[in-house]
């Protein structure tokens, strides 16, 4: 079974510019997460979509933003880029999406880099 | 809010040492803990999981018991190897917050021959 994919691997932007991100999960998994990680905060937890929903949200600015399709495949969007925004972004499935403490499949991440 | 402490690291260990890798949580209700690790290279992916108190998760030889009353989840293996170089991170999640994992820092191990 094909693990969790994201595309594309690597990103340079200019401040001010928007990224968008793509992930597909697990064939099957319905619920994808996404974090971002630095070296100085760790990972942190962006949103979660369930059947296309935004089920829920970290503390991020309103400049990241999500969705998800009826494939279940999810994309995330960073509009006017801040060099704070480069860090290394984890898409994440769980199959049922039901249970809380449901295992998460991590993909291999997006660096972003932002100059 | 809920939020994961670990051991800072790195540790360094030679082969067949004895890991402990701390981690204490800070949380309502009972949530899940979790170990993650990332080797070289490879994607993030889940090491062990317990899912309520007293619970012992266990793989790979690493084993985490979920001790509520010291609010600890521990990370232990009794014989390293080389290969168990990595970043592990401690995690948990909770009730009402679904998949929202709470992480650790990630502490990274290396391991000697």
């Known amino acids: 079974k094909a693990g969790v994919t994201q595309t594309p691997r690597y990103l340079i932007k200019t401040r001010g510019q928007q990224v968008t991100l793509s992930c597909s999960p697990i064939s099957g998994h319905r619920s994808v997460s996404w974090y971002q990680q630095t070296p100085g905060q760790g990972l942190q937890f962006l949103f979660e979509?369930?059947?296309?929903?935004?089920?829920n949200k970290g503390n991020f600015p309103g400049r990241f933003s999500g969705r998800q399709f009826s494939n279940s495949r999810s994309e995330m969007n960073v509009s006017t880029l801040e060099l704070g925004d480069s860090a290394l972004y984890l898409c994440?499935?769980?199959?049922?999406?039901?249970?809380?403490?449901?295992?998460?499949?991590f993909g291999p991440g997006t660096r972003l880099l932002v100059l | 809010g809920d939020s994961v402490t670990q051991m800072e690291g790195p540790v360094t260990l030679s082969e067949e040492a004895c890991l402990t890798i701390?981690?204490?949580?800070?949380?309502?209700?009972?949530?899940?803990l979790f170990w993650y690790v990332q080797y070289p290279g490879e994607d993030l992916q889940l090491l062990l999981k317990?899912?309520?108190a007293d619970d012992k998760g266990s793989n790979k030889g690493f084993e985490a018991t979920y001790r509520k009353e010291t609010t600890s989840f521990h990370l232990e293996k009794g014989s390293v190897q080389v290969s168990d170089s990595a970043v592990y991170f401690c995690?948990?999640?909770?009730?009402?917050?679904?998949?929202?994992?709470?992480w650790g820092l990630g502490t990274s191990l290396a391991v000697n021959p």
């Open positions: 979509y369930f059947s296309e929903t935004q089920r």
């Open positions: 994440a499935s769980s199959a049922t999406g039901t249970a809380f403490q449901e295992t998460q499949y």
């Open positions: 317990a899912t309520k």
């Open positions: 995690a948990l999640v909770n009730a009402g917050n679904n998949r929202k994992l709470i």
């Open positions: 701390n981690c204490t949580y800070t949380a309502t209700g009972y949530p899940s």
